[in-house]
């Protein structure tokens, strides 16, 4: 059904600021992350992932960090651009099936 | 060389019809999935499918079915359309547990 009462986070940076969106999770037999970013009118693109092995991972000019023992998942964006506008989800999944289960997403404005 | 692609992209009708919406992916990949979105973003997964068995989201009314006619499509059939079910549908598919890749979305609207 609907999210009633839940709403959209919203985080607003200066381009060339680093953006920080975080994520919690609550199942504790989830063991592989993925970050999402959608843009308007399109459907979600992984951005960058990370299994219950590591604490961290780096892309380009993307960096996630997991936290196991909080439960808590981040993404880190550097130099932020106005492209960077979007809609970021993380996605958790346990190793006992092959569902995601989405968080209720950060929307990011990049102010020029 | 679209990997994940549905359609249409658009779909307007009235309240009680009968609707599908289509989708194929080119990826080689061997589980593919429905999720709605709501007008708050909230990404929900409907079902997953894959050759071996179909996953179903018990929130998701019977009125709902996905139809595989092989490893490449599953369509989403909905009966007795209503207004709630005005949102935006992705289809996506991955391999085992590796990530999804989706669709640029179905957006329904019930009149």
């Known amino acids: 059904g609907e999210s009633v009462g839940l709403h959209l986070p919203t985080l607003s940076v200066q381009e060339g600021d680093n953006s920080i969106i975080n994520c919690a999770y609550s199942?504790?037999?989830?063991?592989?992350f993925i970050w999402y970013k959608q843009e308007s009118g399109k459907g979600p693109q992984f951005i960058i992932d990370?299994?219950?092995?590591?604490d961290k991972r780096q892309g380009q000019r993307v960096t996630v960090l997991l936290n196991k023992t909080v439960k808590h998942l981040s993404l880190q964006i550097a130099a932020t651009q106005p492209g960077d506008s979007a809609v970021y989800f993380c996605?958790?999944?346990?190793?006992?099936?092959?569902?995601?289960?989405f968080g209720t997403g950060t929307s990011l404005t990049v102010i020029p | 060389d679209t990997a994940v692609s549905q359609t249409p992209k658009y779909l307007v009708t009235q309240m009680g019809n009968d609707k599908s919406i289509k989708c194929e992916q080119n990826?080689?990949?061997?589980?593919m999935y429905w999720y709605k979105q709501d007008s708050k973003k909230f990404l929900k997964i409907m079902f997953s499918?894959?050759?071996?068995?179909?996953?179903i989201n018990e929130t998701v009314p019977n009125r709902f079915s996905p139809k595989s006619p092989d490893k490449a499509h599953l369509n989403l059939h909905i009966n007795s359309l209503e207004l709630g079910d005005s949102a935006v549908y992705f289809c996506?598919?991955?391999?085992?547990?590796?990530?999804?890749?989706f669709g640029d979305g179905t957006r329904l609207s019930i009149l």
């Open positions: 499918y894959n050759n071996k068995e179909l996953i």
């Open positions: 990826l080689g990949h061997d589980t």
């Open positions: 996506a598919s991955s391999s085992s547990n590796q990530p999804q890749h």
């Open positions: 199942n504790s037999a989830s063991d592989y």
């Open positions: 990370i299994r219950s092995n590591m």
């Open positions: 996605a958790e999944n346990s190793n006992t099936g092959n569902q995601f289960y």
